[in-house]
């Protein structure tokens, strides 16, 4: 009895963990939507973008979809151990089996498919300089962001402050304050001032570098969660059919 006390107990916090990051992600994909101004929003109107980047734009559905499946397990989970329900406890398996699998796949994908990520950064950054050069400065909306941007990442353009040469912006104000060295004060066409502030694409290539561990991290965590939330499961399902 005490075992099958431990098991509910297990389960009841696999799930609640479980159902808690389940609300978490559906949050973030429901603000993704509702927020026309996000990024993801601005990215889709860039003319003649890859197309490969509406399915990255998808990406707030994703999560949405996610998070709604995240929470459905964690429910079920926590019923199925609460009512002691075997048929519950083998769903909860099955679904969370499923998803561990999906995800090795997908991260098996993701390597052997590495250089097609890479080309579409590569398009994309051709589509993002030819945006900074054309609307830079005359359209409020591509203006805002990249300041936004180039503020908060202390960056200077996609690539670095090449990507304002010839831009009508450039030839009438110089380079943005952004990509001047000494705090943002204004520095026209001094290329001495601008040659060391970093693109901010490499900006994010660092971040994601830098907190690689912490990705690593978080993925292991889930798979370990996940792991632990079917064996006990499974337990827990094997001890009720026993008993």
Request: net charge neutral; aromatic share 10%; glycine share 10%.
């Amino acid at each position: 009895m005490s075992c099958a006390r431990c098991l509910k107990f297990l389960m009841l916090f696999f799930n609640g963990i479980i159902f808690l990051a389940g609300a978490g992600i559906l949050a973030v994909g429901i603000w993704v939507k509702v927020d026309s101004g996000s990024i993801l929003g601005f990215l889709g109107k860039i003319p003649n973008a890859p197309s490969e980047l509406s399915q990255v734009l998808n990406v707030g559905y994703l999560l949405i979809a996610l998070g709604a499946l995240l929470v459905i397990i964690g429910f079920l989970g926590c019923c199925g151990a609460m009512r002691e329900s075997k048929c519950m406890l083998l769903l909860f398996f099955v679904i969370v089996m499923l998803i561990f699998l999906a995800e090795v796949a997908g991260a098996i994908v993701l390597l052997v498919f590495r250089p097609l990520v890479d080309s579409l950064f590569v398009k994309f950054g051709i589509i993002a300089v030819q945006n900074i050069r054309t609307d830079y400065g005359k359209n409020d909306d591509v203006t805002g962001l990249w300041d936004t941007t180039m503020s908060t990442l202390k960056c200077c353009g996609f690539n670095n402050y090449t990507d304002f040469i010839n831009s009508t912006y450039h030839r009438n104000n110089g380079y943005p304050s952004m990509c001047c060295q000494d705090g943002g004060a204004p520095c026209g066409n001094n290329t001495n001032s601008t040659a060391s502030v970093p693109g901010c694409f490499t900006r994010i290539k660092a971040l994601i570098e830098d907190n690689s561990k912490v990705i690593i991290g978080v993925a292991l965590g889930i798979a370990v969660l996940e792991l632990g939330a079917m064996i006990t499961s499974m337990s827990l399902f094997c001890s009720l059919k026993s008993a």
